[in-house]
């Protein structure tokens, strides 16, 4: 029943933008911290960016100043504001829920930057 929808990657040009938005169901949605990870070609996954549940995020440092990570519980959403993209942010970025020990995935949505 839990579900992690990602959504609004695509093609970007250096210094542009994006906004990740991700879906969630069947579980609690503001009684849990949510994560977004990214995993380029041949590149082990990597953290970018937590909401703590109880309130306060973090970055990963290679994002910081540039991305921000923010929640809606009314809406069951957690998303991700990428401002001057570049090229070393392109990979498919993923969402995370960990559930009693279990961690949970969306499909990805891949983000490419490119001239």
């Known amino acids: 029943q839990v579900q992690l929808v990602e959504s609004g990657g695509g093609l970007v040009q250096p210094g542009g933008s994006l906004r990740l938005s991700c879906a969630a169901s069947?579980?609690?949605?503001?009684?849990?911290?949510m994560s977004w990870f990214r995993q380029a070609p041949g590149k082990e996954r990597e953290l970018v960016a937590v909401?703590?549940?109880?309130?306060?995020?973090i970055w990963a440092a290679s994002v910081k100043g540039r991305f921000t990570i923010s929640r809606d519980s009314a809406k069951n959403t957690v998303s991700l504001q990428m401002n001057r993209l570049k090229p070393e942010d392109t990979a498919v970025y993923y969402c995370?829920?960990?559930?009693?020990?279990?961690?949970?995935w969306g499909q990805g949505t891949q983000v490419t930057v490119s001239s």
């Open positions: 069947g579980f609690t949605f503001s009684s849990y911290t």
């Open positions: 995370n829920v960990n559930l009693s020990g279990n961690q949970y």
């Open positions: 909401n703590y549940a109880g309130g306060g995020t």
